[in-house]
């Protein structure tokens, strides 16, 4: 695709429901990041895979979030028995290599917990 | 976690001025990113600078890097109003940590 995908774009859940979110990230990359951001914060990284390889997932903020990918294209970030707490902007990336490349960014899926 | 720390956290600057934003880091990198985002939109990548870098061009965006005083900064001339939004610096080592933002307003 153009560009990197994410869905939905809105979700709102009722507490303690789980959430599904979905990337896909530009094809033929190799790098897919998840990041949370908190209206007027920075990005808050949560995990990261290398092709299918989930190589750091030590920003994930409980057992309650599992993040993967796979066949190393796209990737889902699962929230069980959502918290008020978690409600926010999650953003996905993807990037062509490891390292020293940009990463190209989706819109996120903005998660309100009710 | 968040590696980076912008600074200033706000700025408004009349259009035409030039903006500077700093950006300070705890631990070694391999490379340093600036970011733009826009009100409720994704964010887009700006520039990459390299550890072994100390300056970088890209239009009108000029990026330093002192890896000595762990310290980066952005410089944006003759600013227009289409340039307001957040910037984020990002390190990577082996992934990429962002800072808080600054919030830049370009005021008309």
């Known amino acids: 695709g153009a560009g990197v995908s994410q869905s939905p774009r809105y979700k709102v859940a009722k507490r303690g429901q789980d959430v599904a979110l979905r990337c896909d990230p530009i094809?033929?990359?190799?790098?897919l990041f998840w990041y949370q951001q908190a209206l007027g914060q920075g990005p808050e990284f949560l995990t990261y895979?290398?092709?299918?390889?989930?190589?750091?997932k030590s920003g994930l903020p409980s057992d309650r979030f599992f993040a993967e990918r796979p066949e190393g294209s796209v990737s889902t970030l699962k929230i069980q028995r959502t918290q008020q707490e978690d409600s926010a902007v999650y953003l996905c990336?993807?990037?062509?290599?490891?390292?020293?490349?940009?990463?190209?960014f989706g819109q996120g899926t903005r998660l309100t917990v009710v | 976690s968040q590696q980076g720390e912008e600074d200033p956290q706000a700025l408004s600057i009349q259009e035409g001025e030039n903006a500077t934003m700093n950006c300070s880091y705890k631990?070694?990198?391999?490379?340093l990113q600036w970011y733009r985002q826009n009100s409720g939109r994704g964010l887009v990548h700006l520039i990459l600078?390299?550890?072994?870098?100390r300056e970088k061009h890209s239009g009108r965006l000029r990026v330093t890097l002192d890896t000595s005083k762990k310290s980066s900064s952005l410089l944006i001339t003759a600013s227009r109003a289409a340039d307001t939004a957040s910037y984020f610096c990002?390190?990577?080592?082996?992934?990429?940590?962002f800072g808080k933002g600054t919030r830049l307003h370009i005021l008309p």
């Open positions: 990002a390190t990577e080592d082996d992934k990429i940590i």
């Open positions: 094809s033929g990359h190799v790098s």
């Open positions: 600078i390299r550890s072994n870098e």
């Open positions: 631990t070694s990198i391999n490379n």
């Open positions: 990336a993807s990037s062509l290599a490891h390292l020293d490349t940009e990463a190209f």
């Open positions: 895979f290398q092709n299918e390889a989930q190589l750091d």
